[in-house]
């Protein structure tokens, strides 16, 4: 069955960086988009990007361009979101989401890593 | 990023039917599909419904989707106690080129 496990919580500091990984099992890593979803404390969910892992092409939310880096590793089915410059408001539980082909965007969820960013 | 509208609640008790509204826009509700997925606590989200009315495998029928210009609802029947949870629905924006979520809508069973 498909599974996404991602990394543990972390705790940063104002402008620091954070990488969160999420890996894949129980599917042909390749073929699906993977998606990174963030939810702040009480807050909607909020789309940050994609990633093709066949190709590596990504597409970023406006919001998050010049901060956010997705990228994949197919030896080891796992995909990462990156995010720089942390502030206070980064604070959330970052989410990585697979798509099922074109029509079902965001079908299998990980568990959620929870980033805190505090002085 | 606030472009899909939900009521912040919604209730009903055990039995009745209770819809939820998402109201966007043209460029994203009303020319793109609207899905639907339910958070419990703690948890991730969950899909309910995509392509505006297909349910994935393992959804009950008593939930169902619907969708008439820039309007989504997502409708409850036979409500149980443990439908309980947030729901949100999501479409793709044209104009911002992104996917946006609805700001959610929490659902009590009185």
């Known amino acids: 069955q498909v599974q996404l496990v991602q990394s543990g919580a972390e705790v940063q500091t104002p402008g620091a960086s954070v990488k969160v990984a999420c890996k894949a099992s129980?599917?042909?890593?390749?073929?699906?988009?993977m998606h990174w979803v963030r939810q702040a404390p009480g807050q909607r969910l909020q789309w940050m990007g994609w990633?093709?892992?066949?190709?590596?092409?990504?597409r970023y939310s406006q919001m998050f361009q010049g901060r956010l880096t997705i990228t994949r590793d197919t030896s080891a089915t796992t995909i990462y979101m990156e995010l720089s410059g942390l502030r206070s408001e980064d604070t959330a539980v970052y989410y990585c989401a697979r798509d099922t082909g074109n029509t079902m965007p965001f079908h299998h969820w990980g568990q959620g890593s929870l980033v805190t960013v505090s002085s | 990023q606030s472009v899909l509208t939900q009521p912040p609640s919604a209730s009903g008790t055990p039995g009745q039917r209770v819809a939820i509204s998402c109201s966007g826009s043209v460029s994203n509700v009303g020319s793109k599909y609207v899905y639907w997925y339910r958070q419990l606590p703690g948890t991730a989200p969950k899909l309910l419904i995509y392509?505006?009315?297909q349910r994935p495998s393992g959804v009950p029928d008593r939930f169902s989707g619907s969708k008439s210009g820039t309007l989504a609802t997502l409708a409850i029947s036979g409500l149980r106690s443990e439908d309980e949870a947030e729901y949100y629905c999501?479409?793709?924006?044209?104009?911002?080129?992104?996917?946006?979520f609805g700001g959610g809508t929490k659902l009590a069973v009185l």
């Open positions: 129980g599917y042909t890593f390749t073929t699906y988009s």
């Open positions: 392509t505006n009315n």
């Open positions: 999501a479409a793709w924006d044209d104009s911002l080129r992104a996917w946006v």
């Open positions: 990633i093709n892992p066949g190709n590596g092409n990504t």
